[in-house]
């Protein structure tokens, strides 16, 4: 048995995310669209920044990129970031050991 760094939340299994697909998960608050693509699993902010949707786990994947259904918004599965390199979305480190996936989430902490 693995000792999982501080901070990382068991998600879900590997299997249930079938490849080239997304899936919402919430984890500890934060709403989480994760990807599977070619075995290789991302994290990202499910809500997206432009009609703040919670829809990006349903989005049309390619070239690392997944592109929001309601409006077309590219986000970097990576980094999150939009195509020109603006801001985007966060993303979030994941780690998959024994076939569970964990992913280390922060909250947006909102400055007024």
């Not at 919670?54 to 999150?80: R, Y």
Request: with cysteine; net charge negative.
């Amino acid at each position: 048995m693995s000792i999982i760094p501080e901070g990382f939340i068991k998600t879900c299994r590997i299997d249930d995310l079938a490849d080239g697909n997304g899936k919402r998960f919430i984890v500890n608050d934060v709403d989480v669209a994760l990807f599977n693509v070619n075995g290789e699993i991302y994290a990202i902010n499910n809500l997206c920044c432009h009609q703040h949707a919670a829809i990006l786990h349903d989005g049309f994947i390619e070239d690392g990129f997944v592109t929001c259904p309601a409006h077309g918004w590219q986000f970097s599965l990576a980094t999150g970031r939009m195509p020109e390199g603006r801001k985007g979305v966060d993303s979030y480190e994941v780690l998959v050991d024994s076939g569970d996936v964990y992913v280390k989430v922060f909250k947006k902490e909102l400055n007024w």
